[in-house]
């Protein structure tokens, strides 16, 4: 019998009571390899796989004849994992098991279990610290002046942020009922500390005319991650 557990180790947390000479075994996945190639285990015992990245497409799937049941990622040829997800399996018969990641046959490890009754409720540690950034950026202070003339080359504003990447701006355009219709976009390249830039200039992607704005400024970093949105009401006078 196999018991099996997925999901994301930041929400997920399971519990057991401490047992001694409990064997339970954690296996890191991250820069295309397991970090226990081979891992021995007691009969009843569990082995935890953690997807810990960069790397995180990856799967744990059974290639022997007496795991071929076993798949953290059933269904699909191209696994996918956020940084943090586990799997979790019971051994409950001795035997030595085989795993390959479907996708890159040289993600692979051996597990082999004995005879001899183990602990099931060990504690097998906590989950290594992740090889990626999954903190989103921030964005601070914010000054800018609240009108510009139209023709101009945009509206000169100041934004901290908290690490390097791109800012994005969508703007939207309040009609004459005030109801907010979307009238473009502008991206700029930033870097940490106070970035001088110009909001609400004419581009190909915005058409700057006479109006009340609202822009939505969002920052993402090198991993991808995204600050929460700022929004900013601007003037473009005639």
């Not at 796989?49 to 049941?69: K, M, Y």
């Amino acid at each position: 019998m196999v018991r099996r557990f997925l999901g994301a180790a930041a929400a997920v947390v399971f519990l057991f009571p401490a047992g001694a000479g409990a064997a339970n075994t954690r296996v890191s996945i991250a820069n295309y390899a397991w970090s226990q190639p081979l891992v021995h285990v007691d009969r009843g015992e569990k082995v935890t796989w953690d997807w810990l990245g960069p790397d995180l497409a990856h799967s744990v799937t059974g290639i022997s004849a007496n795991d071929l049941q076993w798949d953290s990622d059933p269904g699909t040829d191209a696994p996918s994992h956020r940084a943090g997800d586990s799997y979790t399996l019971q051994f409950d018969r001795p035997g030595e098991y085989l795993f390959q990641c479907k996708l890159h046959a040289a993600v692979r490890g051996t597990v082999i279990v004995s005879d001899v009754p183990g602990n099931p409720n060990g504690d097998p540690g906590p989950q290594p610290p992740l090889n990626v950034d999954v903190k989103p950026p921030t964005l601070g202070s914010f000054s800018m002046a609240k009108r510009q003339t139209r023709g101009s080359d945009g509206l000169g504003f100041d934004v901290q942020i908290s690490e390097r990447g791109r800012l994005d701006a969508e703007y939207y355009r309040f009609n004459s009922k005030g109801k907010r219709v979307y009238n473009g976009f502008e991206t700029w390249d930033v870097f940490i500390g106070i970035n001088h830039l110009r909001l609400g200039a004419r581009s190909k992607h915005f058409r700057a005319r006479p109006g009340r704005y609202l822009a939505v400024l969002r920052a993402t970093d090198t991993s991808a991650n995204e600050s929460k949105p700022l929004r900013k009401r601007f003037t473009i006078g005639g």
